[in-house]
């Protein structure tokens, strides 16, 4: 598969997340505050860039996180709502980048680029053996 073909410049999605405790990083640090945690937040950039493109991909393809470029700006406690945004702004033939961005209300919390790679699941699979 060609990203270029089926993948178009300004594509876009969105989602929203209210920060659970599992996702904080006094979660993980137990001293921490109770806010959401850095890789957290971009877990959710690559899930949103991931949606933004799934539904054009052709069957047996998958996009896989390869890149990951995020400034976290400012904190935000468990309850918050969270929401990001990505928006395809490069295609390369088997390279995708997004401009990303996430939210707590007017305030954004973090920004940044974050490029995902596309894979052919059977060839992946076969690659380490895993069929």
Do not use: Y
């Not at 702004?89 to 209300?105: K, N, P, Q, S, T």
Request: charged share 20%; glycine share 10%; proline share 6%.
């Amino acid at each position: 598969m060609d990203a270029r073909e089926a993948i178009k410049i300004g594509m876009r999605a969105e989602r929203i997340l209210v920060v659970p405790p599992e996702q904080t990083v006094g979660h993980f640090v137990p001293h921490m505050p109770m806010v959401f945690a850095t890789p957290m937040m971009i877990l959710e950039m690559e899930l949103t860039s991931g949606d933004a493109i799934n539904p054009v991909l052709q069957p047996g393809w998958v996009t896989v996180g390869i890149e990951v470029d995020i400034r976290h700006l400012a904190a935000a406690p468990v309850g918050a709502t969270i929401r990001t945004t990505a928006e395809v702004i490069e295609v390369e033939r088997r390279v995708i980048r997004f401009a990303v961005a996430a939210f707590h209300g007017a305030v954004k919390i973090g920004e940044g680029r974050h490029g995902r790679g596309l894979v052919n699941v059977a060839q992946f699979k076969k690659r380490f053996g895993l069929v």
